[in-house]
């Protein structure tokens, strides 16, 4: 069984400041891990993902996260935020194998203040 | 024209109405999904497709049915709406993937279903 925990259904951070959404994960076999975007009134586009390669994937706008086994945790940072980071962020798992299922997390509502 | 498309983007329906929402991808892909969002709850399977021939439940699949009409095509039907199915949905694909399948989804835009 896999699950997904986020901490914070919402996070606020000044124009400028660090983000950082919190993402555990509970897996019996080696994980893949993905952190979706979703803008108001969009579906879900992938900002990165982990695949067992390197433990500190780089994704799209300024976005990245480190893989922690030790830990359980694929966090989400970015060194400074911007007014259009505004969006909801869903931490995904699945594993290898021939069906991934996916489980995804109850999502993180980030808010930039000017 | 984006790679996913749902029909319709929003719908209100009243209880006991059947209800099929439609989704056709451009992507090439094999493997089709539908999904429920609702709010603080995040995002719940209803049911997937590997194939034409392939169909399975989800986590949610009740009071849901789906057809897969074809490689590209993947309808979901509320035979008779509830109010508690209230709620945006999602159709999602991902590829078979070689040498590596990593389960990374692409998704529509939604539909927004509300059930009076």
């Known amino acids: 069984a896999q699950s997904v925990t986020q901490l914070g259904s919402h996070v606020s951070v000044s124009e400028g400041a660090l983000v950082l959404l919190r993402c555990n994960y509970s897996s019996s076999v080696p994980p893949y891990l993905f952190w979706y975007v979703q803008y108001p009134n969009q579906g879900l586009q992938l900002l990165l993902k982990y695949t067992s390669a390197a433990t500190l994937v780089k994704g799209i706008n300024g976005f990245e996260a480190e893989f922690k086994k030790s830990e359980t945790s694929f966090h989400l940072t970015k060194p400074s935020a911007h007014m259009s980071d505004a969006a909801e962020y869903f931490c995904?798992?699945?594993?290898?194998?021939?069906?991934?299922?996916?489980?995804f997390g109850t999502g993180t509502k980030l808010q930039v203040i000017p | 024209d984006a790679d996913v498309t749902q029909t319709p983007r929003n719908r209100i329906t009243k209880t006991g109405k059947r209800i099929m929402l439609e989704c056709s991808q451009t992507?090439?892909?094999?493997?089709m999904y539908w999904y429920r969002q609702d709010p603080g709850l995040g995002l719940r399977l209803i049911y997937y497709s590997f194939d034409v021939k392939d169909i399975n439940k989800g986590e949610i699949s009740d009071g849901y049915s789906v057809s897969r009409q074809a490689q590209a095509k993947f309808s979901l039907s509320l035979e008779s709406a509830i109010p508690n199915q209230t709620a945006l949905y999602f159709c999602?694909?991902?590829?078979?993937?070689?040498?590596?399948?990593?389960?990374?989804?692409?998704f529509g835009e939604g539909s927004r279903l509300t059930v009076l």
């Open positions: 995904a798992v699945t594993n290898s194998g021939g069906y991934q299922k996916v489980t």
């Open positions: 992507k090439g892909h094999d493997r």
């Open positions: 999602a694909t991902s590829d078979r993937g070689l040498p590596e399948n990593t389960g990374e989804l692409f």
